[in-house]
């Protein structure tokens, strides 16, 4: 006797003959591609930026020198957008990091320029501050158990005060010529080496964050901190550590800064609100609801190109801030629904 593989036989509860099949989860297929459609999204409307402006400006907008300028002079952000990461997984909103990298960059310009420091000892002296700084954040938000943004917040402006004192609030010129040609001014592929830095924090970041368990505890941490405590996890450490980390990426930030610039201005201008719309943007892509640093820096260029495009076809600069402000908004209720989506469609998965 022959048994005709096409037609299904019946098998027992346990697997065996004599039972039904399990029926397939319905709309699993669906689900996943939704979610491989929303971690494509902000690829796909890049495209589409590049696409328009370049159809707008095709002579301007699509040169290689000007996406070249894009990716160097965004750099800073492109640091700074790094350290929001660790304290925001772990729930912790971090408003100093814009500042700290203020302060960074004055206070390298500041012992290199005015006191006729070594750019070197002068760099290892501003990430120490900045780290310092990252330590008062952790310490006194783990410390006394008080909230973060109202805390950072307040750090912030005493940090952006020391730096307008020790800049005598003016711009500080003539930071040394060796930071700026070993950020700015030598290149690799046409790009300048701030951008390359960049990538190489943005791959440790989504290394730590993703396959150590430093990343999971973070990650743990944020999504509840009481079940966090309640399984043995130490909270407040790795709360602290996230501050700490913030700080030291946002001191490199600020030494970037310095070898873009070739100055130093105290004051963060529109740091925060751009590094911030970057990394809720980045919420959305790639790992959708979770932070991660591939879609924080990917946003942070898609950003930069947007402005970029606007200002090509004659946008006047107040754009930039309400394109960011704008996109900030959309960005988090974006997220918001996503996490919604995604539990209700963890919760009928389960259910069937």
Not at 197 to 223: C, D, H, K
Not at 227 to 241: D, M, N, P, Q
Not at 306 to 328: D, K, P
């Amino acid at each position: 006797m022959t048994t005709n593989l096409y037609e299904p036989t019946e098998t027992a509860p346990g697997g065996g003959p004599g039972s039904e099949p399990r029926p397939p989860r319905p709309g699993l297929a669906r689900v996943l591609n939704a979610r491989t459609f929303e971690a494509s999204l902000l690829t796909i409307a890049f495209a589409f930026v590049i696409i328009g402006f370049g159809v707008a400006r095709p002579h301007t907008f699509l040169q290689w020198s000007n996406f070249t300028s894009i990716f160097g002079t965004n750099s800073v952000e492109f640091v700074l957008v790094m350290a929001l990461l660790v304290p925001l997984t772990n729930g912790d909103l971090d408003m100093s990091v814009a500042e700290i990298s203020g302060l960074t960059s004055v206070l390298v310009a500041w012992l290199n320029v005015s006191h006729g420091w070594g750019i070197v000892p002068a760099i290892v002296v501003g990430l120490v501050a900045a780290t310092l700084c990252g330590v008062v954040n952790g310490w006194v938000v783990v410390r006394f158990d008080v909230n973060p943004f109202i805390i950072t917040l307040a750090t912030g402006s005493v940090m952006d005060g020391i730096a307008f004192w020790l800049s005598n609030q003016q711009t500080i010129p003539g930071v040394s010529h060796a930071l700026a040609e070993w950020t700015f001014l030598h290149h690799f592929l046409s790009i300048p080496l701030a951008f390359w830095y960049g990538v190489v924090i943005m791959l440790i970041m989504w290394y730590v964050l993703t396959f150590t368990p430093f990343g999971q505890r973070a990650l743990f941490v944020g999504q509840s901190r009481e079940v966090a405590r309640l399984s043995g996890f130490k909270v407040g450490a790795t709360r602290f550590r996230g501050f700490v980390i913030a700080g030291f990426i946002a001191g490199i930030s600020g030494v970037i800064s310095d070898g873009v610039l070739g100055s130093a201005t105290a004051g963060p201008g529109t740091l925060l609100l751009s590094v911030y719309a970057a990394v809720f943007l980045g919420l959305t892509t790639i790992q959708p609801g979770r932070f991660n640093a591939i879609g924080a820096g990917l946003s942070v260029f898609f950003l930069a190109t947007g402005v970029s495009g606007m200002e090509l076809v004659g946008a006047q600069t107040y754009v930039q801030s309400i394109f960011y402000g704008a996109i900030l908004v959309i960005a988090v209720v974006f997220s918001r629904v996503i996490n919604r989506r995604r539990s209700a469609a963890a919760t009928a998965t389960a259910k069937t």
